[in-house]
């Protein structure tokens, strides 16, 4: 159903009106809608975003870049105020993580040597029962490991193993998690988050 409708969108609108849905509408407008069922709503078939029923992203969320069909948010995540995802490439949450506030995905960046300032995108990953601190940055090609923890107002430019606590800019280790079963779940959208 959606992707039917997110195809019978491309084929009647044009370019110019799918900008604006994808554009100033989806960053200025549904952002800030205090309805989380009615963002994703639009997200779902407008964008293409995926994201489980039971995960909750809160408002402000910006998105930019051309995949953001390439963007999956598994079950039982939140993410909180003003996320910031550019997607060139795709950015998936698995299952239970958590985003704290103002987190950056960057899949995107341009090579600095090169003349004519080629694109580089490279996919982002967050494995399940990771935890990552408002603030934080991530950068283009890294997997966060499973239960890993990124410490608030983190660089991350390399792959967290499982389990580890980084930060600081560039993140760095600090130490491992002190556990690697867990039993918190997200309990879902807020109403007027
Ligand atoms: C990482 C975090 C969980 C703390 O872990 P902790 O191990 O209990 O922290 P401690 O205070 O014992 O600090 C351990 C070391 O990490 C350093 N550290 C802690 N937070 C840091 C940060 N955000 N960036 C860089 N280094 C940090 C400390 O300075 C300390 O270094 P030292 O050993 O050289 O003194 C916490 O600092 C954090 O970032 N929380 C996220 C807050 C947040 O985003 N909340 C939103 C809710 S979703």
Not at 165 to 180: E, H, S
Request: glycine share 10%.
């Amino acid at each position: 159903m959606n992707s039917s409708l997110r195809g019978w969108l491309n084929e009647h609108l044009g370019i110019p009106v799918m900008l604006l849905l994808r554009g100033w509408v989806l960053n200025r407008v549904v952002a800030n809608i205090p309805l989380p069922a009615a963002r994703y709503a639009y997200y779902r078939a407008v964008c293409g975003i995926k994201i489980a029923r039971s995960s909750s992203l809160w408002m402000g969320a910006q998105f930019t870049g051309g995949a953001l069909d390439q963007i999956a948010i598994d079950a039982q995540c939140s993410i909180g105020y003003d996320s910031f995802w550019v997607a060139g490439a795709g950015i998936r949450l698995m299952n239970d993580v958590v985003v704290g506030h103002r987190v950056e995905f960057y899949t995107s960046d341009h090579d600095p040597d090169d003349p004519a300032f080629g694109r580089r995108d490279a996919p982002i990953v967050v494995e399940d029962h990771a935890w990552i601190g408002s603030r934080a940055i991530l950068l283009k090609g890294v997997t966060i490991g499973r239960g890993a923890v990124v410490a608030a107002g983190s660089l991350v430019t390399k792959d967290v193993p499982p389990f580890n606590i980084v930060g600081g800019n560039p993140a760095r280790f600090i130490r491992m998690r002190g556990a690697t079963e867990f039993t918190y779940r997200s309990d879902g959208s807020p109403l007027f988050s």
